[in-house]
Each structure stands twice: as C-alpha cells, then as structure tokens.
C-alpha cells in the first residue's frame, strides 16, 4: 500500500469517525429536545384539563357527554394525542381524526432508532369522578411522530451539508496528499536513472523545506561520486596502459629474444638431426626431441605473443585483429556456428579504443568456450550515434545456458566493464539462468571524428 493512499484512507477513516461522532451527538440532542418539547406540551394539556375540570359544572353528572371538552378544537397539538373514554372504555372524543392516522414522514427504522434511544413514552391519566365513583377517563398519550419527522427533516439537511463538507476535504485532502507526494516520483525518477548509471542525473529545486534539502544533498552526493567514479575511472585507464604498455614490452622482448633464440636453437638442432642421419646415428633421438621440444616452445611462445598484443593489430588493425580472432577461436570450436559482422571500421582509431573493443570481443569468446555450452554464436561490430555522439557498437550475443548478472565470479566481466565504462561508454549484460534465452553483451565506446 502506498503512502499516498495509506494517508488518504487515515484521513477518511478519522473524517468518518467524527462524522458518526457528530451525527450521534446531533441525534441525541435533537431527541433530548423532542422529548422536552413533547413533555412540556404534555404538562401544558394536563395543567388545562385540570382547569377545565374544576370549572366545568357538568361533570357533576353521573355521566359524561361527547362534547363534554370539544377536543377535536385541539387537533393542532400534533405532539400528544387526547382521547376522552367512558366507564366502559369507549372514546367519546379525542383531538386526532380516527380514521386517518398522522402521516410517517421519518422511516422506520429512524423511528426505532429514536425510541431505544429515549426512554419508553408513558400516557397519563386524568380520571373523572362524580361522587367518589368513576365516570370516565382523560388519557394523554405522548405521540411524537411528528417529532421524529421535524427531526429527522433536520438531520436529513445536515447530513446532506455533511456529506458535502466530507466529500470536499476528503478531494482537498486529497488534492493536498498528492501535491505534496509529487516530489517523490521525481526522486524515484532520479533513483532509477542513477541505478541505470546515468551519473547526470539531477533532481530539481523542490519548494517544502525538508524537500529542498533533500534535493541538495542528493546532487551533491551525485556530484562527489560521479567526481569519484571519474577519477577512478581515470586511474583504470591509467593502469589499464601500463598493462598494455607492459603487456607490448613483455611480447616485444619474447619475440625478440625468445622467440630468436628458440627459432636457433631449432635450426641447429635441426641441421644436427640431419647430421646425425649419417653420421652420429647415436644422437638422432636426442636432436629430433631438440627439434620438437623447440618447436613446441615456439608455438607456445606464439600462443603467449597472441594474447600478450597480437602483431596483426598493430600491423592491420582492429578489424583485421578480430576477424583473425574470431577465425582462430572457431578453429578450435568447429561444433559452435559463429557468426561475425564487422561495418564502419577503420584504422584511425585511438589505441585506448581499438585494445577495449578487441579484449572485449576476446573475454567473451573465452567465457562462451568455457562456460556458455552454446551452439550458435552472433558477433556485430557497427557504427552508432547515441545522443548526437558517434560511437561503436558492439553485440555479442549466444544461445547457451546463461548466468546470474548479480553474481560473477572472477575479473572478467568487471575488467570489461571498467575498459568501456573508462572510455566514457556503456555495458549491458542481459543473461538469465531460468529462461534460456542465452547471453547478450552490448557494449558503446564513443568516438572523436
């Protein structure tokens, strides 16, 4: 659940709460006030009836008439209802019309609502006399329906005024919520972006206080690590030519001397193996385990001279270098079909560059031969322009049984991102162990024209 929608709901929760609070309050006041109003007006009739019975000589008969009171004069007293009866119990008179009863404006269950909240309506008597026995009875009962109309037509105006009122601050509130939030989604922008690794990213002048300083404590710490990431990134590239620089004088002096002093040793010893034929048949076996021991040292030291700094890459350049590669490497994997499309090269690439892309292209066949178990394998190397920036494209991609991205082991995948990412370029690894979909490595170096 949201923050935003957490507080929405607190805010709608506590605005019902008083809600009821209030209409609760508002009702029993409002019955309290009906009640009073129904009493006093019952209080009134008796205080009446009690006057009119002392001075009225006609009750002195041992028998009461209809008109007796002439209470249908008082049928607008809509809060009690009188009814004059006999020593029978018949109704002689009374203040209502007894064949229509008082209109319910108020539902139903209103009025049982009202009645278990107030306590039980008692009539009360008044009983007529002639002579010490009874000749009939007043009996006033509260009736207060039209009470629980007048309120109930109260409580309907205010709970419509309520209910508007509520539905204004909840959209206020809500209105309020969500401005007030809206900074969060930039900042969430901004999270995602530098975890993309876009170290240009900035967030922007926030009004409230305690966003603002949220804000610049963000780019500032934005602005020391892309100060940091550059400078270490500096310091790759720096040691990354001393390696390169090492790497060129370590072949350069294995060719030289090694290489010369092996490639000796091997034709004299092979003149020796000639010699030997004829004349020291006796060191045969020794000159020819020369020959081929030396040869298997030249070949190794071949082998070194290649992954050390490969001569066709200063010679021909990079084109040439990984096509030489590429033939190589299938050479020694003939069951995995491998592809390679190379378009926009040229030889006037800085070394920086030209040594990136070729490791590059050279740690992704060594991890494919060796953890990959793919058959197919699709390598392209192409001009791009990313943001107005030329640049090189490199996809290697291969069908095998892919890796976790989060858990590599070893120096290859993060010397291969610190190369293009020196450079100022991007590397995306796109694997998974469970949908064998294979590997994808998409690298982009930018170029100077």
């Not at 929405?8 to 008083?18: E, H, K, M, W």
């Not at 990959?372 to 001009?383: D, M, R």
């Not at 450079?423 to 998409?442: A, H, M, V």
């Amino acid at each position: 659940m949201t923050l935003k929608l957490r507080l929405n709901l607190l805010i709608t929760l506590l605005l019902l709460l008083i809600l009821f609070a209030g209409a609760f309050l508002s009702l029993n006041n409002a019955l309290q006030n009906a009640r009073a109003e129904v009493k006093s007006a019952e209080k009134l009739v008796l205080y009446l009836f009690d006057t009119a019975i002392l001075n009225n000589n006609t009750i002195g008969q041992q028998k009461i008439a209809r008109k007796t009171f002439n209470l249908q004069r008082l049928n607008h007293m809509r809060h009690i209802k009188i009814e004059l009866l006999d020593n029978d119990g018949q109704v002689l008179d009374s203040n209502q019309n007894t064949n229509s009863a008082p209109p319910n404006e108020a539902p139903a269950w209103f009025e049982s609502l009202a009645n278990r909240l107030t306590t039980k309506w008692e009539p009360s008597v008044r009983t007529l006399e002639y002579q010490g026995k009874e000749i009939g009875r007043l009996v006033i009962t509260p009736d207060p329906t039209y009470e629980y109309a007048e309120k109930w037509k109260y409580m309907s105006d205010l709970f419509k005024l309520v209910l508007v009122f509520f539905v204004l601050v909840n959209v206020t509130v809500i209105w309020a919520v969500a401005q007030a939030l809206k900074p969060t989604e930039k900042i969430l922008y901004a999270l995602n972006e530098l975890e993309e690794g876009d170290l240009d990213t900035r967030l922007p002048s926030f009004k409230l206080p305690e966003l603002a300083r949220i804000g610049e404590k963000f780019n500032r710490m934005i602005e020391t690590l892309q100060s940091s990431i550059q400078k270490n990134h500096k310091l790759t590239q720096e040691l990354i030519t001393l390696q390169e620089q090492e790497r060129k004088s370590l072949a350069r002096d294995l060719h030289d001397e090694f290489g010369q002093c092996l490639t000796a040793i091997h034709t004299d010893a092979s003149v020796v193996l000639k010699a030997s034929e004829k004349k020291y048949p006796e060191l045969q076996q020794s000159a020819l385990a020369i020959t081929q021991l030396s040869r298997h040292l030249i070949d190794m030291v071949s082998g070194l001279l290649q992954k050390l700094r490969p001569g066709i890459l200063d010679e021909l350049g990079l084109e040439a270098a990984i096509q030489d590669t590429v033939e190589t490497w299938k050479a020694r994997h003939p069951e995995i079909k491998t592809g390679l499309t190379i378009s926009g090269l040229d030889n006037m690439l800085p070394e920086t560059h030209s040594i990136a892309l070729y490791r590059l292209v050279q740690e992704c066949l060594t991890n494919i031969s060796r953890h990959a178990q793919a058959t197919k394998i699709a390598i392209e190397v192409f001009k791009l322009s990313k943001s107005g920036k030329p640049g090189l494209q490199v996809i290697i991609k291969d069908d095998g049984k892919g890796f976790n991205t989060k858990k590599t082991d070893g120096l290859g995948l993060p010397g291969m991102r610190e190369r293009v990412e020196g450079l100022g370029g991007t590397l995306k690894i796109q694997s998974s162990t469970t949908s064998n979909s294979g590997t994808e490595i998409t690298a982009w170096i930018p170029i100077s024209i």
